[in-house]
């Protein structure tokens, strides 16, 4: 039986994976994100507001963005 062993990461890439963390969390942007992509799930399927606060222009752009939402995964990809 061989073993196989996982090169560790690049501490670069930690570093900067750490800061962009750190910059989402205290500017809060994170919850924006993920309310933007709990926004994004609900047009997906379909519910659309009659009191207008339907999000359909971020919507647009998010699909003309070449982005699509990938319900099995529940994750963002791209094509």
């Keep these: 039986m061989s073993h196989r062993s996982i090169d560790p990461p690049f ?30 799930e609900v047009i997906e399927g379909g519910e659309v507001m009659a009191n207008g606060s339907t999000r359909l222009e971020d919507y647009v752009l998010f699909k003309l963005a070449g982005t699509c939402w990938d ?4 994750a963002v990809k791209q094509h």
């Design 71 to 74: 319900d099995e995964t529940s």
């Design 11 to 40: 501490r670069e890439l930690l570093a900067i994976h750490r800061a962009i963390g750190r910059i989402l969390h205290l500017s809060a942007a994170g919850d924006y994100i993920d309310e933007f992509l709990r926004d994004m």
